[in-house]
């Protein structure tokens, strides 16, 4: 897809996507268009439902100035969230607004033709619930492991093999006809906790801890997937002197230290058999829960001391069942502040994801929303 001038129709909702509200003059001081062309503009992406009047502001002597924002909410998502353990999926708009969703626990080891038939059966369900079938634009999907945007595909874990190769995107596309989208599980995290914090000039890293582990990176805007998209894998991370075995092959893996797979096998003897039998432990204040969750939220902290300090970003969000745990959480806050380097530390802000589950919702959403609403995707939408 070609570049779009930067007058184009699809500019004009990037700039109010970045910028906006804006009155029609504000936005020919920053385009450079004549009032003539920019009312052309404005009127096809209103006619596209792109542009909407959000208020009026009063003029220097002439009638009130209309202010106009990005319309985020009149085109809708399916996305999805599949991990080893669940798969989640919801109707959303462009702004990451949730009209309906469902939340299914899955077997380890669950597999692909089961988990998308349920899930493109639900996403039909839903949208016919919602009414919004007919404005959906376009689904997203956020999935373990590598993924191969090229091909939409991902290198899935080890408890999750068959799905490795898989083309998810084609199945989405063959039986919705929209554009599908695809994002690694830790990447769709980070992204959902920088849109929930409004999209700062910022860098942002976030970590999800709950099967495994993962990290994903956030700059200038946009995820940072690095050359073979493994940007973030923290949980293959070797700990020097440690020999328990990782699900990858190697040993001494970060995720098979201090995963919540890994926390639930340290917690087997006392009768822990998930990921939610840990959190009711460690909220019912058991001794036990408390200690090997600290443990690991250390571990991970002291692993993502050296992230702050190479990435130095603003803010450190963490996702995840076990992630969000207090224990996990502080121990890891700790341990970042006491192994990052002095200055990498400085305004840097560590906390758990605000929007819990929904995190990763958002994210998707959001980056689905990026794709759609670009310029040249734009401008291909109006010149249609």
């Known amino acids: 897809m070609r570049t779009p001038p930067p007058t184009s129709a699809g500019h004009i909702l990037a700039v109010l996507r970045a910028e906006g509200p804006l009155t029609r003059q504000e936005l020919q001081d920053r385009i450079g268009l004549s009032r003539a062309t920019m009312v052309e503009r404005l009127e096809v992406l209103q ?3 792109l542009v909407r009047q959000t208020g009026l502001r009063a003029s220097n002597g002439g009638r009130p100035a209309q202010v106009l924002a990005a319309d985020d909410t009149g085109r809708t998502a399916l996305v999805a969230d599949v991990g080893q353990r669940h798969a989640t999926i919801a109707v959303v708009d462009l702004r990451g607004d949730v009209f309906a969703q469902l939340h299914r626990p899955l077997p380890v ?33 956020s999935v373990p492991g590598q993924i191969d945007h090229e091909r939409g595909t991902t290198i899935a874990p080890p408890s999750m093999r068959e799905w490795t190769g898989l083309p998810l995107r084609d199945r989405f596309t063959d039986a919705l006809s929209v554009p599908v989208f ?30 495994g582990i993962g990290a994903g990176l956030v700059i200038s805007g946009r995820t940072h997937r690095g050359e073979t998209a493994s940007a973030g894998e923290i949980g293959h991370i070797r700990i020097e002197g440690n020999d328990q075995r990782c699900d990858c092959g190697r040993r001494g893996c970060v995720s098979a230290i201090a995963s919540g797979q890994a926390v639930i ?19 019912a204040g058991n001794i036990e829960a408390i200690r090997v969750t600290a443990a690991a939220g250390r571990l991970v902290g002291t692993v993502l001391a050296t992230v702050v300090t190479i990435v130095n970003p603003r803010y450190l969000r963490v996702g995840g069942a076990i992630g969000v745990l207090p224990p996990f959480l502080d121990s890891l806050r700790d341990a970042v502040r006491a192994n990052a380097q002095t200055t990498a530390l400085e305004g840097v802000s560590v906390d758990a994801c605000r929007l819990g589950v929904n995190t990763t919702l958002t994210g998707v959403a959001g980056l689905v929303a990026d794709e759609m609403l670009a310029p040249a995707a734009v401008d291909a939408l109006v010149h249609a």
Do not use: I
Request: hydrophobic residues 40%.
């Open 109 to 141: 080891g669950h597999l692909p033709e089961e988990t998308l038939s349920h899930l493109l059966d639900t996403g039909r369900a839903l949208l016919a619930e919602t009414g919004r079938a007919d404005s959906l634009c376009a689904v997203g999907l």
């Open 182 to 211: 695809l994002e690694n599980d830790a990447n769709a995290l980070a992204f959902g906790a920088y849109c929930e914090l409004g999209r700062p000039d910022a860098a942002l890293v976030g970590v999800k801890v709950g099967t």
């Open 265 to 283: 096998r340290q917690l087997r003897p006392t009768g822990v058999r998930s990921a939610e039998d840990v959190v009711r432990r460690v909220r």
């Open 47 to 49: 006619r596209h439902r």
